[in-house]
């Protein structure tokens, strides 16, 4: 049965038989019309008209070489120079040694010994020859993307997967050219003209590929993927692949970029490989201009570590991974300092990275729509542990949080923050809320709006980080805040320099214009703490009495100073 099927499968093809002596022409015909459908040709004229008659359904040409006419060397010649030929495999009947590397150098794929073999070698021949060629058909479809002639993307990593095995030392590079907002152009300008871009790039590219030995191809749409020993000056690389790309194709609102992973590390996967350069290439992604990035490992490492805390977050919070830290505030306006307030400052204890400060994860959360959830925890973890003292170790003092910009969009806010305090029996002036100067310049009409009806509610509001923004005197005047804590940039430097001196007595008289109390943190040594106390600022905070603490260690400080 499966005999059958396999002689069925070959039955249909034609096979031309091109030999001057009838004899030969029916011992072969015979043996052949087993399996084919054999078209007989007297010589090699004669044999390519018989071609031109039916060019796309001759499957193998059988050809003998000396013939009247046209002998078959002339033939086989013919057949390579004519690309609809080209295709179809010939085996050549001699037994000439010499003849057959003649034979082989115009294109023959094999011979064919005269006399005629077994009749069985010989259909075996011409099944191999068929297949085989069907085969390289086959490839070539799949092997070349038609659009540009680069290979296609499974042919391309095939084939760079071979390279790295017969070269293992050499120092490769990794290479991704996108067209600048493709999608866009097309509908600008139609498909063809997209199309022509591509073929551009992919000229571009093969002429790279002439210079440098590597290999290419255009994957999904706009992306290219070079693959070549590693280039010495990208800069120059980059620049004349724009420039010639800009003379091509003179339209300055079509842009390259280019992403570059260099010196590629064999030990990852090749499509890794690819994936860093397109990493490198995706930073280019809102630029106009045509441009090139260097894939930067430092880099990616920061954005995989933010990536994973983005991703850890809400099950960082369900574990309790975040803890309130709290720095002691004193007020200095009396003969001794006393322990007047704190602010809760969130600290990460990872269970792999250890100890993460809000200076890394604050910004990158807000970034990505997080904070609000955080800030939600923090100020409940601070309620949570106000009435604790208050009920436990009957001391306590109220507690600022901070409040971030995202917060104030949230309509919500003032209701989430009083029944935080309704849950925990706390009252307004319990917490206090910072919310730094930036957040005011940002959006001054709902941040008043907001700001006063907390107002009316008891809470004390701080104006955080002042003088770090832009706030002007004007806008200041018709704030509603408690207080301003002075940014610690300017309490770094009073101590050395003038100018920053005088500023902070200015910002002094602004809060005494404003009638608020001012605050200065990041206060670190006896030096600073008695220019701020002569120049009338009240309340202190900063690592001269204390950093931020543990809240075990903060009730301590509580017990001993209360
Ligand atoms: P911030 O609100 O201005 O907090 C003051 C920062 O100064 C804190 O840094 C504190 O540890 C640090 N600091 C205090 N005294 C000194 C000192 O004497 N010297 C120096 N060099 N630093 C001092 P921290 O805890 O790293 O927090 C950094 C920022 O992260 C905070 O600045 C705040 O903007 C933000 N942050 C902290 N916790 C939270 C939170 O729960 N929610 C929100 N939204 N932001 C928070
Ligand atoms: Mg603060
Ligand atoms: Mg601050």
């Known amino acids: 049965m499966k005999e059958i099927q396999r002689r069925e499968k070959y039955i249909h093809r034609k096979v031309l038989l091109v030999d001057d002596e009838p004899v030969n022409r029916q011992i072969l015909g015979l043996i052949i019309q087993q399996h084919y459908n054999v078209i007989c040709a007297e010589n090699g004229l004669d044999g390519l008209r018989k071609l031109s008659e039916a060019p796309n359904t001759i499957s193998l040409i059988l050809l003998d070489l000396i013939m009247p006419e046209m002998d078959g060397y002339e033939m086989l010649k013919k057949i390579q120079e004519t690309k609809e030929y080209r295709r179809i495999p010939v085996i050549v009947l001699t037994s000439d040694k010499d003849a057959e590397v003649k034979c082989l150098n115009l294109g023959a794929s094999d011979f064919m010994p005269k006399p005629y073999e077994d009749p069985k070698v010989i259909l075996a021949r011409c099944k191999k020859a068929i297949q085989l060629a069907e085969d390289r058909i086959l490839i070539n479809e799949n092997e ?90 990208h800069d120059k690389f980059a620049r004349s692949f724009i420039s010639k790309f800009e003379k091509a194709v003179e339209n300055s609102r079509i842009t390259l970029r280019l992403g570059i992973y260099e010196y590629v590390d064999r030990t990852l996967s090749l499509e890794h490989r690819l994936d860093m350069a397109k990493n ?14 260097i894939y930067d490992s430092l880099l990616h490492e920061k954005e995989l570590y933010n990536e994973k805390l983005i991703h850890e977050m809400d099950r960082a919070i369900a574990e309790k991974q975040f803890k309130v830290f709290f720095q002691p505030k004193y007020d200095i306006t ?36 997080l904070l609000q959830k955080l800030d939600r925890y923090v100020w409940n973890e601070t309620a949570a542990q106000i009435k604790d003292w208050k009920e436990r170790v009957k001391r306590y003092v109220p507690v600022s949080v901070n409040v971030s910009r995202t917060d104030i969009y949230d309509l919500d806010l003032i209701d989430k923050i009083k029944s935080i305090l309704n849950e925990h029996d706390l009252s307004a002036s319990d917490m206090y809320l910072e919310i730094t100067e930036s957040a005011y310049t940002d959006n001054t009409r709902q941040i008043v709006e907001t700001v006063n009806e907390l107002r009316s509610l008891g809470f004390k509001i701080e104006m955080d980080d002042f003088g770090s923004g832009y706030s002007s005197l004007s806008m200041l005047a018709n704030l509603p805040i408690d207080a301003l804590k002075l940014d610690m940039q300017f309490i770094r430097n009073i101590t050395r320099s003038q100018k920053d001196h005088n500023l902070l007595l200015v910002m002094l008289q602004i809060a005494g214009f404003l009638n608020v109390k001012t605050v200065a943190e990041g206060v670190e040594t006896r030096e600073q703490y008695e220019i701020l106390k002569e120049a009338g600022c009240e309340i202190i905070q900063g690592y001269y009495f204390s950093k931020p603490l543990p809240a075990e260690d903060f009730e301590k400080l509580l017990i001993k100073e209360m």
Not at 145 to 166: E, I, M, N, P, V
Not at 193 to 222: F, H, V
Not at 334 to 351: C, F, N, Q, T, Y
Request: glycine share 6%.
């Open 280 to 293: 490198a290439c995706s930073k280019l992604r809102n630029t106009y201009k045509s441009d090139y990035n």
């Open 334 to 369: 009396g003969d001794k300092p006393r322990l007047a307030s704190a602010e809760a400052l969130i600290r990460w204890i990872h269970p792999e990275f250890g100890i993460i400060s809000p200076g890394i994860f604050i910004s990158l959360f807000e970034e990505n729509g």
């Open 144 to 233: 070349r993307d038609s659009l540009t002639g680069l290979y296609t993307r499974l042919f391309f990593l095939q084939y760079a997967k071979q390279h790295d095995c017969y070269c293992h030392d050499m120092s490769m590079d990794a290479i991704v050219i996108n067209i600048n907002r493709f999608r866009l152009v097309n509908s600008l300008y139609g498909r063809a003209y997209g199309d022509r871009l591509l073929q551009t790039i992919g000229s571009l590219i093969a002429e790279i590929l002439n210079d440098t030995d590597g290999i290419a191809c255009r994957c999904e749409a706009d992306t290219f993927y070079i693959y070549c020993p590693h280039i010495q000056d």
